[in-house]
């Protein structure tokens, strides 16, 4: 090799670093202090269980199984559980936290350790459905089953934090030594969430009440030392699922610093040589992050910082992470291709096209009204011609004008998710949006929604496109069917149609019930006073 052509290639390189948006190490950990400064205090609470449940088989009920009540928690208490017998404990309510199991031995000593097997459900179905053989995609572990060996005499905790409401103990082989009794059992929950700010107006419809309390739960019990997508998997904060939460704290617990936070923290794992953000990251128990990178939900920074300046004011904040959010963009708008692209996840293969155009277009307009609000307004100068261009563009390819639908990709494929976005993106007028938005609802070969993610941003084009009956009725179907079918907190996935509905492989106990993208209807329910609170 030459030195010239090395001289060559060096030139090449400093000038694609000198060009790309690079995270210096004082940077990253000056955010990181920000961030390590506003690590919130987890509220503990001490539940005990308020009954105990049998399992029974019923085809009316979400996955075929439902709890029936069956006897008090304190005559489980007075007598012993026999080898191979199970009880049921039932919380009352969907918890975070750690279990103490006490035993007491009231004619004898402990002769041996007392083993159980103890299994943590947060819907019926997690206690009935076959665990093996194991074919989900993810680990085996986040199934949250244990044995648990209780010393003698002595309170045992399990140490590692479980979720959920009921909790399953099953006897493992006990001494014939001695006879020992469960004493207590106990629940710490913990979360960061304070009080609610979410007040109702009194002619609010019941359901509407139930689903924004639901709602309250599910994000109550996510936000632990960051917003986590969901407290019994996978336990870490996830761009898009952040974006939701945040924006459902704005009308409830209006814990602005742990968005702040958030947003510091997913900076800070920011890939320092691309300034791509990471799709997630997680603080416990040492700050670690996937690099696995999602466009959209990078590119949902910059709406997620909109929606905490007009929350709080905090100029200071804004101005710190707006190139990061705005290198989300820029990369997007220049053709960086990040190695994912997610908006939902459904029983048919999507097609992303359309949406990812639109959504680009929806990120542009929000970066524009942001920077408007902090002075940043050369910062954006180049978006209106790009919007426009894009709209030109986008409508020449995905709008059927005949159908009156958004199509994507080579097969047309339409979808209730593009849709979504060709509207919130404004690639349609008011009345194609009307139309496309009716033809989401209503035709039969339109790809719906798999995801409550997905769902949330259909219901928010309903709404902006001013079709607020139906916005109102998709409500009360889509989250008001989970609240009849029993959910103390919002689920992962919810098909009317197929309740077993997994991305995992299709093995339905990793599914999770406490899920944070799940937790937004409080937020237009609230928001939006006139259609949802009957005012
Ligand atoms: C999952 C989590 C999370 C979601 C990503 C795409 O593992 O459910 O909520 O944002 O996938």
């Not at 702040?260 to 990251?281: E, H, M, V």
Request: proline residues 4%.
């Amino acid at each position: 090799m030459t030195y010239r052509f090395l001289f060559f290639v060096a030139m090449m390189v400093s000038s694609i670093f000198s060009e790309a948006f690079t995270i210096s190490e004082a940077q990253r950990r000056q955010w990181l202090e920000v961030a390590d400064s506003l690590k919130p205090e987890l509220h503990k609470s001490v539940h005990k269980p308020v009954g105990t449940v049998e399992l029974t088989e019923d085809p009316t009920a979400f996955q075929g199984v439902r709890f029936i009540s069956s006897v008090s928690p304190d005559s489980i208490y007075r007598r012993r559980i026999s080898d191979g017998e199970s009880v049921i404990f039932d919380f009352g309510e969907h918890l975070v936290g750690s279990v103490t199991i006490e035993l007491s031995n009231p004619w004898m000593m402990q002769d041996a350790r007392q083993r159980f097997f103890v299994s943590f459900a947060e819907v019926p179905s997690d206690l009935h459905m076959p665990r093996e053989p194991f074919t989900g995609s993810l680990s085996r572990a986040w199934l949250q089953d244990f044995q648990v060996d209780v010393d003698y005499n002595e309170k045992h905790t399990i140490p590692w934090r479980v979720t959920g409401r009921y909790m399953k103990i099953t006897p493992v082989s006990p001494s014939p030594y001695c006879v020992s009794f469960i004493k207590s059992v106990e629940w710490e929950a913990t979360t960061s969430a304070g009080r609610s700010h979410c007040r109702l107006e009194s002619n609010t419809p019941e359901i509407f009440r139930q689903i924004a309390k639901v709602s309250e739960n599910t994000l109550r019990d996510c936000m632990q030392t960051v917003y986590e997508d969901g407290p019994k998997r996978d336990q870490r904060l996830w761009g898009g699922d952040f974006y939701l939460q945040a924006l459902a704290n704005t009308v409830t617990f209006q814990q602005h610093s742990l968005t702040k936070r958030c947003l510091y923290l997913l900076a800070a794992c920011a890939d320092p040589l691309t300034g791509q953000i990471n799709s997630n990251l997680a603080d416990t128990p040492r700050l670690q992050w996937q690099s696995n990178q999602f466009q959209d939900y990078a590119l949902a920074f910059m709406p997620t910082l909109d929606d905490y300046f007009d929350a709080t004011g905090d100029t200071a904040t804004v101005i710190d992470l707006w190139d990061i959010a705005r290198h989300q963009l820029d990369a997007t708008i220049d053709g960086v291709r990040w190695n994912t692209v997610f908006f939902d996840w459904c029983p048919v293969e999507l097609n992303k096209d359309a949406a990812l155009h639109c959504y680009t277009m929806y990120i542009i307009k929000r970066a524009m009204a942001l920077a408007s609000k902090i002075g940043r307004n050369n910062d954006t100068s180049r978006y209106a011609a790009i919007l426009k261009s894009m709209r030109r563009r986008g409508r020449k390819s995905f709008w059927d004008e005949a159908r009156g639908a958004i199509v994507s990709g080579s097969s047309r494929q339409i979808s209730r998710t593009g849709i979504s976005w060709a509207v919130l993106g404004g690639l349609l007028s008011e009345k194609e949006s009307k139309r496309a938005l009716r033809y989401a609802l209503y035709e039969a070969d339109v790809i719906k929604c798999g995801t409550p993610y997905a769902n949330h941003f259909f219901v928010q084009a309903l709404i902006d496109a001013g079709l607020a009956k139906e916005a109102r009725n998709y409500v009360e179907e889509f989250w008001g069917g989970m609240v009849k079918h029993g959910a103390d907190t919002f689920w992962e996935f919810y098909i009317p149609e197929d309740h077993f509905f997994s991305s995992y492989n299709g093995y339905t106990l990793l599914n999770s019930y406490c899920h944070a993208w799940s937790c937004t209807p409080v937020y237009f329910i609230v928001r939006y006073p006139e259609i949802f609170q009957n005012v």
